[in-house]
């Protein structure tokens, strides 16, 4: 017999996972301390070791390729990551914009925000409707390679998929609020994780926006040019033959981000 859970009881995990989310664990003296043992475990572990950064950096040649190269060809897969990581890393300032890149960062917070959070959407202006148009100081030729990429930088930016490190959000910083904001060895401890976080974080954005941008191509190739899909989201293969170009945007921003998360 096929086991299912009633409407009651998803109704009740919801308002449930809602609650934590909102005003955090019940035991609140267990949860600050918790968070202090996981950020101190954090900052000495993984945060202040570079080596983690790089490790971490594996898992595209490791899952990601393989996975990809298995669905869609692994030549393909290998052009499409190739891209997607140039494209990626083609948003950090280039030596000439930044010639003593160094110690432009450390004496400008604004531009070590811009420097740690380094990704697809830098390319992109974002309106008040949530519209995103290319940069117009960008070259024809970066505006060529960019211009199809809107949609999937679109829904992963809704998603928040281009946003920090899922670690700093599992360790608890910044959740506070205006209590943690009120207490100075809560915000100590903040900045200090997330200070130490910056390769690991950086390492991780890098990865996500890598898989994004190549499964998106990926698979808006194959909706393109075969007659037939299969939507890993539904289970099932969807004729392409009929659908307009905005619906197949969609089929492949669909695929792409089921894939990334």
């Not at 918790?34 to 950064?53: D, E, H, R, V, Y």
């Not at 609020?177 to 910056?198: H, M, N, Q, T, Y």
């Amino acid at each position: 017999k096929k086991l299912t859970a009633s409407f009651e009881q998803v109704k009740a995990e919801l308002l449930r996972r809602g609650k934590f989310g909102r005003m955090g664990a019940d035991s609140k003296g267990i949860e600050t301390y918790a968070k202090l043992a996981n950020q101190i475990a954090f900052t000495f572990t993984i945060g202040t070791n570079p080596s983690s950064a790089i490790v971490n950096l594996s898992q595209i040649p490791l899952f990601v390729y393989p996975y990809l190269g298995a669905k869609y060809g692994y030549k393909e897969s290998y052009s499409a990551v190739a891209d997607a990581r140039s494209i990626v890393t083609g948003s950090l300032p280039s030596s000439k914009e930044e010639k003593n890149i160094i110690n432009t960062i450390l004496n400008d917070k604004k531009k070590l925000k811009n420097f740690v959070d380094f990704g697809i959407d830098n390319y992109y202006n974002v309106d008040k409707d949530g519209n995103f148009t290319l940069r117009d100081d960008l070259s024809t030729e970066k505006k060529n390679e960019l211009k199809d990429l809107a949609p999937i930088v679109k829904a992963a930016y809704d998603r928040g998929l281009l946003g920090r490190s899922t670690i700093l959000e599992s360790m608890g910083i910044e959740e506070g609020g205006r209590e943690s904001r009120g207490r100075p060895l809560s915000r100590a401890l903040d900045r200090v994780s997330s200070a130490s976080a910056i390769f690991f974080n950086s390492a991780e954005r890098f990865n996500r926006q890598v898989t994004l941008v190549s499964t998106y191509k990926l698979a808006l190739n194959d909706i393109n040019t075969k007659p037939r899909f299969y939507d890993s989201v539904k289970g099932e293969f969807v004729n392409t033959k009929d659908l307009s170009t905005e619906q197949r945007q969609a089929l492949a921003v669909s695929e792409s981000v089921y894939q990334t998360q």
